[in-house]
C-alpha cells in the first residue's frame, strides 16, 4: 500500500461513514435477538449507579474498558485499511467480532456494577468469619 492511498483512505469521508455506519447497524441489532443485550445492561448499570444508597464503586472497570475500546479501533483501523469494498467487509464480519467481544464486555460490565470494598465492609467480614468460627468451637464443645 502507497502512502497516497493510505493517505486517500484516511481522508475518505464515505470510508469513515461507512464503517460508523456499519457499526451502529450492528451494535442496534447486536446477536439478533428480539432485545439488544447491551441496552438491558446499560439501563442496569445506569439505575445501579444512580441509587442513593449504593455503595462507592470500583475502578476495576477501566482496564476491561479500555482493552473492548482498543480492540473497536483495532477494527476500525482495519475495515479502513480493508483492500476490500468497505460495505460489504463490514456487514459480513463486524457482528461476529463483537461476538467475540461480548465476554470482555460482560467481565466490563461486571465491574461497572461492583460496590468497592470499603473498610466497614472488610470489617464487618472479618466479623462474621470470627462469629462462625466461634460458632464452630462452641458445637465441638
Known amino acids: 500500500m502507497t502512502n497516497a492511498t493510505i493517505q486517500s483512505r ?3 469521508l464515505p470510508q469513515h461513514s461507512a464503517i460508523l455506519a456499519g457499526y451502529w447497524r450492528d451494535l442496534r441489532h447486536f446477536g439478533e435477538w428480539w432485545i439488544n443485550p ?28 479500555l ?10 483501523l482495519i475495515y479502513l485499511f480493508t483492500p476490500y469494498e468497505v460495505n460489504w467487509h463490514v456487514a459480513s464480519s ?7 467481544l461480548w465476554p ?5 460490565w461486571i ?10 465492609s472488610r470489617l464487618a467480614d472479618s466479623r462474621n468469619k470470627r462469629g462462625i468460627a466461634a460458632g464452630e468451637a462452641a458445637d465441638d464443645l
Open 10 to 12: 484516511i481522508t475518505s
Open 38 to 65: 447491551l441496552l438491558l445492561l446499560l439501563v442496569f448499570v445506569v439505575i445501579r449507579r444512580s441509587m442513593k444508597s449504593a455503595l462507592p464503586f470500583t475502578r476495576a472497570w477501566r482496564l476491561p474498558a
Open 67 to 76: 482493552f473492548v475500546a482498543m480492540m473497536l479501533c483495532g477494527f476500525y
Open 94 to 100: 463486524f457482528n461476529r467480532l463483537l461476538l467475540q
Open 104 to 108: 470482555s464486555a460482560l467481565l466490563l
Open 111 to 120: 465491574f461497572l456494577i461492583t460496590p468497592e470494598r470499603t473498610e466497614q
